[in-house]
C-alpha cells in the first residue's frame, strides 16, 4: 500500500513543492511530503513558482525547503523525482530507497521535468502543465 509519498526535485524550492500540494489536494488521505537533492533547508517556495501556482488556485504558502536524507527515505512508500540524475543520486544517498523511487513523469514516457528556475514565465507555465498532468495520472493510478 502506498500511504506516504515523497516528491523529489533539486533544491525543493520550484517543481517538488508545487508537485506535492497538487497530489495533497487530489488525495487528502495520503501524507505527501517534499525534498530536494541539494536542498538548503528552511527556504521557500520560488516566487515565480508561487506566481503561476496562484493562477491556477494552488497555494505554496507556508513551504520550507529541506534536504533528501537516507532516514528521510525510510518514512515514504514511494519517492517520486522530475529527472532520472534525482535516481542517481537516491541510489547513492539511499540505496534501498531506489525500488521505490520513480518519475513523477512515469506515466508519460518515462518523461523527465525540466528545471525552470531562473528561466522565462513561459517555462515555468509548461513546468506547471507537466507536473500537473503527471500528478493526474499518479492519482489515477493510486486511487485503482
Not at 520550484?14 to 538548503?40: F, Q, W
Not at 515565480?48 to 491556477?56: F, G
Request: glycine share 4%; proline share 4%; aromatic share 6%.
Amino acid at each position: 500500500m502506498c500511504n506516504a509519498i515523497l516528491i523529489i526535485c533539486t533544491a525543493n524550492i520550484c517543481r517538488s513543492p508545487l508537485g506535492e500540494r497538487l497530489l495533497r489536494h487530489h488525495l487528502p488521505h495520503k501524507t505527501i511530503d517534499s525534498a530536494g537533492m541539494v536542498a538548503r533547508s528552511g527556504r521557500s517556495a520560488d516566487p515565480d513558482i508561487k506566481r503561476v501556482a496562484n493562477r491556477h488556485k494552488v497555494s505554496l504558502d507556508g513551504h520550507q525547503s529541506r534536504q533528501f536524507t537516507a532516514a528521510l527515505s525510510t518514512q515514504y512508500d514511494l519517492i517520486l523525482v522530475m529527472e532520472k540524475e534525482h535516481l542517481k543520486h537516491i541510489a547513492h544517498i539511499a540505496p534501498e530507497a531506489r525500488s521505490k523511487s520513480m518519475l513523477l513523469g512515469y506515466w508519460f514516457n518515462q518523461m523527465e521535468i525540466p528545471d525552470p528556475w531562473h528561466q522565462s514565465d513561459e517555462a515555468f507555465n509548461h513546468v506547471f502543465q507537466l507536473i500537473n498532468q503527471s500528478c493526474q495520472a499518479w492519482v489515477s493510478k493510486l486511487a485503482s
